[in-house]
């Protein structure tokens, strides 16, 4: 199964921009730090995940 690196750096970016929104929210206030914190958990996951390369499969 083949996924691109686009499609990984963008479920990454979903799975770590909910999980900090999530973790913000625990009060019901966000504030201008936690929002900041989110978006730099959501930017350095896409550029963690779409700069590392996908591992060769090996020829069968």
Do not use: C, F, H
Not at 51 to 60: F, G, I, L, M, T
């Amino acid at each position: 199964m083949k996924i691109s690196s686009t499609a990984k750096a963008l479920v990454s970016g979903l799975a770590a921009g909910a999980t900090a929104a999530v973790t913000a929210a625990q009060d019901q206030v966000l504030t201008t730090g936690e929002g900041v914190t989110i978006v730099l958990a959501i930017l350095g996951a896409w550029g963690i995940t779409y700069a590392v390369p996908n591992r060769k499969q090996p020829e069968a």
